[in-house]
């Protein structure tokens, strides 16, 4: 009788089970002192590792096609690194590009990768040839990884639901001569913890997806020490509170947001279970079940830059500021080549789960805007998750306002991405002609009047 009821539950919950999920993890921890990404201001290799940094995945199989989503703990993985990933993962295992994900959680305490933020070092030919080896082996780990989360296909459940976390705050604060990078608390913010839940069919916690739309930076320019910053920490404190499970993070448009306060190394672990609490909370919770199919869509489009002349640059090359002669030199280089650079390609992908989530990952340092007109015009009726920072991060992508406002995210920080300069004013609409077109795809439709 015994064996035989649980023989008839294990039928009914494994049929219940209508997804296969598998999760996988490869240590990218560089081995040696390396360069660190984000802040111009460092003047030496990193000095030990405080925490490892860790590239996940997470796939999923939905009886007709399998799906992947991969995590990181890097500043942001260029399309250098992920398009090598992508048709290794194509030819080897059959998954369309669509069905590719790869978000970066923007850990400023992290290694450059190549060729993201390509002009913000100066670095000697050693550390140059260091970060080279590092991109060639994260590429392999990558897939890797990918490989091993397929190999790990097994019955599952998913669930979706929501938190919230307020220390990211609004980091556009005007200032007598624009705006300046500090603390805006009228400024518009996204406090969603979005949570994907993955049990094996007997309810064992196997994996969680969270995201928070934040710029991973509580530590800042003087750390020199390794970490994943409040992203990484948040995923640890998970993974010590559930053995055996694996915590991923996604960054969404945190752009223009910062944690508040920070700079010291306890706000960062701080921040961090501030996230793992509330995903505690609620993976706790009674959740809405994700179903079946998955369908995707993935797209690249061009943003164009605006109109820029020769004359400029030859201006720009007798400029104190080191960044700015060194981009001027890059644009000149492409000027001489005869190909000076108009516009940049610029990925746009959605992964829906059947009508209870759709998941849409844009390229670049996407700002909070960009997520909030999306959720006004789908609707809160089906959930939304907007991940910027996904499949390639070539710079910023401001909204029209802040392309208008001006400031680090629409004009300074295209220096250090070796972008000619600002976007031109259709940017937001072509990021949203995008949009529309991977949303109609997989058959969401706005649910009011654009
Ligand atoms: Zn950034």
Redesign the pocket.
Known sequence: MKTFLSVFLSVVLLGAAEFKAGVARVNITPQLPIWMS?YASRTRPSEGVFQDLWAKALAFDDGRAKTVIVTTDLIGLPRAVTDLVAARVIKEYGLDRSRILFNSS?THTGPVVRPNLALMYDLSPEQAQRLEEYARKLTLDLASAIGAALGDLAPARLWIGHGSATFGANRREPAATGVKIGVNPAGPVDHDVPVIKVTAPDGRLRAVLFAYAC?NTTLTGEFYQLSGDYAGFAQAEIEKAHPGVTALFMQLCG?DQNPDPRSKLELAEQHGRTLAAEVARVLDEKLRPLRPPIRTAYKITALEFAPHSREQYEKDLESKNAYLARRARAMLAAYAEGAPVRRTPYPVQALRFNGDLTLVALGG?VVVDYDLRARREYGTKENLIVAGFSNDVMCYIPSLRILKEGGYESVDSMIYYGQPGPFNEQVEELVFDAIHDVMKRVGRQPSRAR
């Open positions: 984000g923007h710029h752009a340092e």
